[in-house]
C-alpha cells in the first residue's frame, strides 16, 4: 500500500479501538485508513460509503461470511462493524504496492514474479471461494505485492455493500469484468476465474485481454470479440491454455479456481494440500546470504524447547546452531499404534496426562534406518514412543532450509514434508504439526505460526504478535491442546525476551503475556498445567501461570534446562545445570525446589530431555559413532535408542512422539 496521506476534515471517527493515522486511499466504495489496534499493531480500517438501510443484521451477516476466508495469500479480514451509522471492515494491513501501480510504474512482470502472482492469485481466490465468497470485483488495483508475496483483497466487498445499502447494482471494473455481468446474469466464481485471467494477461503484457478505452467498446470486445494474450514467452505453454479456457465466454466451460490451481501445481500434490502448496509457492524466494541474524539466537542448552512433541537435542548444522533430537514425554493412556490418534483437546485447561514408567519388557526390538543417512533407530514397542519425523540438515547446506520427512503412523514409512526452515514439532502420534517458516521474517506487520494436521489434510496459520515482536522456540503442551512460543523484543540475536504466547489450535487464537525483559531466555511448559517457567537471575528458576503472575521463585538451583518440567508424584521435576557444576545436570523436586539427583558429566553424554518421570533422553557422542540412548536418573543408560555416524546424528533432526 502506498504511505499514508494526513487525515481530512471531513473523515469520520474512527471505530472503538482503532486509532486512524492517516488515509490509504479512496474510491468508489469507500476510504481505507491505516489505523493502529488497541494492541498496538497496524491495520487497514476500510469505511464504506453505505450505510445499513435500517436492520444492520444483514450487512454483519455478509461481512461475518468473508471473516471466514482462510488466510492464504489474503489480507485477512480480522473485524467488522458499524460505526458513527457507517459500516466498516478491518483487515490485516500490507505493506506493499498494488499490481496495478507496479504495472504502471515499470510495466509487465518477469519470471519468478509473475509465476509467483499466478500461484497467490490463485490460491487467494481458492480460500475465498471455497469460504462461499465471490470476489466481483478482480483486478490488479486489488492485488498487493508485499513482502511475503501476493496478497489478494478488497473480496466480498460488493455483497457487503449490497447488503449495507439494499441496493444491487452492477460492481465491478469494465476491462476485467466477465460477459455475464453485462447481460443481468450477475457474477458468481466464474466471473472471477474471467476477471483472474484478464489480470494475468495484463500482468504479463501490460494491458488487459480485451484493451481499454471507451466503456462501450470496452464492453462490445468482451461480450463478442477475442482476447489479445500477446506475443510474450512470459504467457506460454500450460499457462497460456489456462488462461485461454478462463477467458471462455461462456461461465460453464470455465475452470473452477480450486481446479485451475491443480493444474499448475501438477498431480504429485494431493487436492487437500493445494492452499498449502499454492501459498508456498507464491512466497519470495530467501537470498542464500540471509541467515540466523533473523531469528533470535539462544545459547544451546536453553536454544529449544521441552513439551511435546518435543524436548531438544542439539546440534544441526546450517541456519540453527546446533542440531537438534526430540522426545516426547510418555503418557498413559495414548492410543496403540494401530488406532489413528485422537484429535486435540479444544479445552485450554484440560490436564495434562500423569507420566508413565517406562516398561523395560522383553519385547522385539526393530532396526529402522534413517533414509538416506547411517542413522538406524532401535525401536522397542514397550517403550511407547517412536520418531516420527526427521529432517535433514546435510541436504541444503547454507540455506535457511531443510527437507522435512513425516513417519506414517501405521506403515511406518517417512514421507517427504517439504522443505522447513525450523524444526518441526508434532503433537501425539505426530498427527498435528506446528511449524515457523522463515518467510516469516519478510512479514513486517504481524508474525504466526502454520498448524497442519496429518490426519485432514487441513493447514492454517494462526498471528500470533504483531512487529517488531518476533516469536521462537516453540513447544506443544502435554495434551496437545496449546502451543507455548517465546516472544523476543524484534528479530535479531541479541534480543531479549520480552514474554511468551499461548496459540489455541481448535479455537485458532494467541494470547500474548508480555513479561520484563530478563535476557535473552526462553519460556518452557511448566511442571503444573497452566504454567510456564523461565529463568531468572543468579541461577533462579521462576514459575508464571498463564496470566503471567508470578507462582513461585525457586533460587540457587541453577541455569533452567530447555526440557523444562515433568509431571511426576507430589509435583514434578525440572532440570538445570547445577549450580556448583554447570556441566552436569540437577534434577529438582518441584514446588520443593529440593534437589533429587545429578548426572554427572563425563565429557560425551549431554542430557537433552525428559522420558517420563524416571527415564531422561541423551546424546552420547563418539569420534566415528554417536548414540541416542535412554538414562535413568543416576546417569545409567537403560538402553540404545539410535545410532550412526556422528557427522549424521549431528545434522540429523529426530523428533520422538508417543505412538
Not at 494492541?39 to 469505511?47: D, I, P, Q, T, Y
Not at 466480498?156 to 476485467?176: N, Q
Not at 540466523?292 to 531438544?312: D, F, I, M, N, Y
Amino acid at each position: 500500500m502506498p504511505p499514508a496521506a494526513p487525515r481530512l476534515t471531513e473523515d469520520p471517527e474512527p471505530p472503538a479501538g482503532y486509532r486512524l493515522l492517516g488515509r490509504l486511499g479512496a474510491g468508489g466504495q469507500g476510504v481505507v485508513y491505516l489505523a493502529e489496534s488497541a494492541e498496538g499493531g497496524r491495520v487497514a480500517v476500510k469505511v464504506l460509503h453505505g450505510s445499513p438501510a435500517g436492520d444492520p443484521g444483514p450487512f454483519l451477516a455478509e461481512a461475518g461470511l468473508i471473516r471466514r476466508v482462510r488466510a492464504f495469500c489474503t489480507a485477512q479480514v480480522v473485524d467488522s462493524g458499524v460505526a458513527g451509522g457507517r459500516p466498516y471492515l478491518v483487515t490485516e494491513y500490507v505493506d506493499g504496492p498494488s499490481l496495478a501501480q507496479v504495472i504502471e510504474e515499470r510495466g509487465a512482470l518477469r519470471g519468478a514474479e509473475l509465476v509467483r502472482l499466478v500461484f497467490g492469485t490463485l490460491t487467494a481466490l481458492t480460500a475465498v471461494h471455497q469460504a462461499g465468497v465471490v470476489h466481483r470485483d478482480f483486478k490488479p488495483a486489488n492485488v498487493l505485492l508485499g513482502r511475503d508475496g501476493p496478497r489478494v483483497i478488497d473480496f466480498g466487498i460488493a455483497r457487503v455493500l449490497e447488503a449495507a445499502s439494499g441496493a444491487d447494482e452492477l460492481v465491478g471494473t469494465p476491462p476485467y469484468m466477465a460477459p455475464e455481468q453485462f447481460d443481468g446474469s450477475g457474477a458468481g466464481a466464474p466471473a472471477d476465474m474471467f476477471a483472474w485471467a484478464s489480470t494475468v494477461v495484463c500482468a504479463a503484457t501490460g494491458g488487459p485481454p480485451f484493451g481499454t478505452g471507451p466503456t462501450p467498446a470496452v464492453i462490445n470486445r468482451i461480450l463478442h470479440g477475442p482476447p489479445d494474450l500477446g506475443t510474450t514467452a512470459e504467457l506460454d505453454g500450460e499457462l497460456r491454455e489456462l488462461v485461454s479456457a478462463c477467458l471462455d465466454k461462456d461461465p460453464a466451460r470455465r475452470p473452477t479456481a480450486a481446479g485451475a490451481l491443480m493444474r499448475l501445481l501438477g498431480e504429485r500434490v494431493p487436492a487437500r494440500q493445494a492452499l498449502s502448496e499454492g501459498h508456498r509457492r507464491a512466497a519470495p524466494e530467501v537470498p542464500h546470504d540471509v541467515a540466523a541474524p533473523a531469528r533470535p539466537t539462544v545459547p544451546e542448552r536453553s536454544r529449544r524447547p521441552r513439551r511435546p512433541a518435543a524436548v531438544a537435542v542439539p546440534a544441526v548444522a546450517g541456519l540453527l546452531a546446533g542440531g537438534l533430537l526430540a522426545a516426547r514425554l510418555l503418557a498413559s493412556g495414548d492410543a496403540p499404534a494401530s488406532s489413528p490418534p485422537p484429535p486435540p483437546s479444544p479445552s485450554p485447561s484440560a490436564p495434562s496426562a500423569p507420566a508413565a514408567r517406562p516398561t523395560m519388557a522383553a519385547a522385539s526390538t526393530t532396526r529402522t534406518r534413517v533414509p538416506g543417512s547411517g542413522i538406524v533407530l532401535h525401536e522397542n514397542p514397550a517403550d511407547g514412543i517412536r520418531v516420527s519425523f526427521y529432517q535433514d540438515w546435510r541436504r541444503n547446506p547454507g540455506t535457511p532450509g531443510a527437507p522435512g520427512f513425516l513417519r506414517d503412523p501405521r506403515s511406518g514409512a517417512f514421507r517427504p514434508a517439504g522443505n522447513l526452515s525450523q524444526a518441526t514439532v508434532a503433537a501425539p502420534g505426530g498427527r498435528l504439526v506446528a511449524s515457523l517458516s522463515f518467510t516469516r521474517v519478510y512479514t513486517l506487520d504481524y508474525d504466526r505460526v502454520q498448524i497442519t494436521d496429518r490426519a485432514s489434510g487441513a493447514s492454517y496459520e494462526v498471528r500470533t504478535v504483531d512487529r517488531p515482536l518476533f516469536t521462537g522456540d516453540l513447544s506443544w503442551s502435554d495434551d496437545a491442546a496449546r502451543i507455548l512460543l517465546t516472544v523476543y523484543a524484534e528479530a535479531s540475536a541479541d534480543a531479549p525476551s520480552v514474554g511468551f504466547t499461548v496459540v489455541d489450535p481448535a479455537a485458532r487464537t494467541a494470547r500474548v503475556t508480555r513479561l520484563p525483559s530478563a535476557g535473552r531466555h526462553p519460556y518452557v511448559w511448566g511442571p503444573e498445567p497452566g504454567t510456564v517457567m523461565h529463568r531468572g537471575s543468579g541461577g533462579e528458576v521462576r514459575v508464571y501461570g498463564l496470566d503471567g503472575r508470578l507462582r513461585r521463585a525457586l533460587p540457587g538451583v541453577g541455569e533452567l534446562h530447555p526440557a523444562g518440567a515433568v509431571a511426576a508424584p507430589g509435583g514434578g521435576l525440572f532440570l538445570t545445570s547445577c549450580p556448583d557444576a554447570p556441566a552436569d545436570t540437577c534434577v529438582w523436586n518441584h514446588p520443593s525446589g529440593t534437589g533429587k539427583a545429578r548426572i554427572r558429566a563425563d565429557g560425551r553424554t549431554a542430557v537433552r530431555g525428559w522420558l517420563g518421570a524416571d527415564h531422561l533422553l541423551a546424546v552420547r557422542r563418539g569420534e566415528k559413532t554417536s548414540e541416542v540412548v535412554m538414562l535413568d536418573l543416576s546417569g545409567r543408560t537403560v538402553r540404545v535408542l539410535a545410532d550412526g555416524p556422528a557427522r549424521d546424528i549431528d545434522k540429523i533432526t529426530l523428533w520422538y512422539t508417543t505412538r
